[in-house]
Nanobody
Framework: QLQLVESGGGLVQPGSSLRLSCTAS??????VGWFRQAPGKEREGVAW????????DYADSVKGRFTISRDNAKDLVYLQMNSLRPEDTAVYYC?????????????????WGQGTQVTVSS
């Protein structure tokens, strides 16, 4: 079973950037998604990337600000987050998709990591 590990979170000011990383042995074999969960809220899908084609999909709330990418040779998936806002504050998770299509629905994912905290505050 995959052991996903997220990293790269931190405390930043509004308007700043962060790059999150997700890694696991064999990650290159899967479609991968990034999710986030803010305090008191349900976990929501943020971005998805296909295994081979690199096709991506994003939640409307992050389109134009976040970019998901991957390096299959290194079993890494990234989430570049620009123009961060206080409402982006959350624990960010990566997970592998068990669906063969673009999706940001939590039930279509498995193998959740422990998450990395992102806090956007002045």
């Amino acid at each position: 079973q995959l052991q996903l590990v997220e990293s790269g979170g931190g405390l930043v000011q509004p308007g700043s950037s962060l790059r999150l990383s997700c890694t696991a042995s064999g990650l290159n074999l899967y479609n991968v998604g990034w999710f986030r969960q803010a305090p008191g809220k349900e976990r929501e899908g943020v971005a998805w990337i296909a295994r081979m084609s690199g096709r991506t999909d994003y939640a409307d709330s992050v389109k134009g600000r976040f970019t998901i990418s991957r390096d299959n040779a290194k079993d890494l998936v990234y989430l570049q987050m620009n123009s961060l806002r206080p409402e982006d504050t959350a624990v960010y998770y990566c997970a592998v998709s068990i669906a063969g299509f673009a999706t940001l629905i939590e039930d279509d994912f498995d193998g959740w990591g422990q998450g990395t905290q992102v806090t956007v505050s002045s």
